[in-house]
């Protein structure tokens, strides 16, 4: 009896310490540029050129997120106890910014809960310029921009 016992309790002492391991997140700092994610999805639009309409769009509700250096694309939140870190990231739309906060992953998800946010520095915000020979996406007139 003592037997099964023994292997139950083993099972449940390693079940239990693996849980912390399973749900870590990472707290951590990201730069990158503010980009409102239905533009930016969609049609690839960002940067200065399209900054008005991100910061227009983000403010009718539309989710934001950090596109970093190396092209990864993080979805922001804002964190329940503290809303001003994220909100202040509407008004960086088009711009570059840190995020300081925890990154998660749900179902192939990567997002960040913010808990701080500053613009970049002059020297980290220099905008990317297409390479010779390539062109910029253009914003969408107006009345070519999605409803």
Not at 95 to 105: C, D, H, I, P, R
Request: proline content about 5%; aromatic content about 4%; hydrophobic content about 35%.
């Amino acid at each position: 009896m003592k037997r099964p016992l023994n292997w139950i309790f083993i099972v449940s002492i390693l079940f239990l310490a693996s849980q912390p391991l399973l749900a870590q997140d990472n707290e951590g700092t990201w730069a990158g540029e503010v980009v409102d994610m239905g533009c930016y999805i969609e049609k690839g639009l960002k940067g200065s050129d399209h900054a008005g309409c991100a910061k227009s769009c983000i403010k009718k509700g539309m989710p934001m997120g950090v596109l970093t250096k190396d092209g990864t694309l993080l979805l922001l939140t804002f964190h329940h106890d503290d809303e001003a870190p994220y909100e202040a990231l509407k008004d960086l739309a088009g711009e570059n910014a840190e995020v300081s906060g925890t990154l998660s992953e749900k179902d192939g998800i990567k997002m960040i809960v913010v808990s701080g946010s500053k613009a970049a520095k002059a020297a980290d915000s220099k905008e990317e310029h297409p390479k010779s020979g390539e062109s910029k996406k253009e914003h969408p007139k107006k009345a070519e921009h999605p409803k």
